[in-house]
């Protein structure tokens, strides 16, 4: 099934739940992919609020517009189911945002504050593009060198990145940078995205033994 | 490769590698599902509880829908069986006006329906005016029900 269609002016009740199905699973990835982001740009301090997932943003969505007592939808305003979805996804999760502790930011020089890490890499970007101080907090930057820094056995994957940093934001700006199909940039990005995974997992349960550690040490 | 030692990391740039591996928030809306439920998994996310909750809520409010309808349709047929008792008591030509008069006030889109009832009213006894008037009634209450 493509993506859900937009049926304006029908009423809750008309939507099918098949439709409901494909918006579910569209929203929570949707959900998934902002909160990973926050997490990748230290905004939640590495862990999202709570322990709070793709799925419990739907959680409250759904209670929003299925309870019973906040029928939230009003398809004279909001013709548009799915957008409307869309947009109480996405206010959900700045909410959680801007609840959340925002750690103190620095500006901070790659190879100056991590040179084992940072190194190499700098020495590998022929430049970046956009605000080159924007305050990112040191442990979000020192975790993406160490990310970057784990792909070094697969340099395949490692072009990818770097080919972000110089500035390509597509598939197609990236397999034109690298000279090679999109379908191939297609395969590198899914094996990137698991490596990403791993990589987060990883991280996530040394913090918690160093965390374990500092409190009964 | 060294020619820019010492550049710092920016937020888009690190923005930007993050879409290049997850795609971005919008993809997910747009992208063939499989490729969307591929992702979730890869995610380790269970949809499943959700989905069972939205399908109980949502047979909940088509249960709710469905009453009220039933509950707007009774009324409706109560209200025309009360005017259909007023009007039974009429006597003949005053009966003969009424329907005459429903059946040239039908729209332009029902022409052909109206020539028919035309044709019925012709012949009808009074005891068959009193039917005549109540389909008449009924076909342009579900017409109204539907231009709803």
Known sequence: MSSPRKETGRRLEDYSDEWWIDAIDRLTRRANVKLQKKRWLGIHDGDPPEGIEGTDILQIVLDKVLGPDSRKWDPDTSPDLLAFLRDQVDSEVSNLARSAPNKTTSRISADGENPEAGRYWTENLRHCN???EIALDNETI???WRFANSLRSEPDLEEVVIAGLEGAGTRSEVAEMLNVSESEIDNRRKRLARRRRDYVDHAQDSMAVRKGGARHG | MAEKKGSSLSR???GRVFDLIEGSEDDALTKPIEEVREELQ???TDTTA???VARERLAEIRAEAKLERARA??????RLRETTRTVGAEAGPELRSRVLGRIRGMSDSKKEMAEVYYRRFESATDEDLLTLLEDIDLL???DNEHDD
Not at chain 2, 73 to 78: F, T
């Open chain 1, 130 to 132: 956009g605000p080159e």
């Open chain 1, 142 to 144: 020192e975790r993406f």
């Open chain 2, 12 to 14: 888009d740039a690190l």
């Open chain 2, 42 to 44: 890869r995610d380790g």
């Open chain 2, 50 to 52: 959700l989905k069972r």
């Open chain 2, 73 to 78: 349709e009774r009324q409706k047929l109560d």
């Open chain 2, 140 to 142: 342009n209450a579900a």
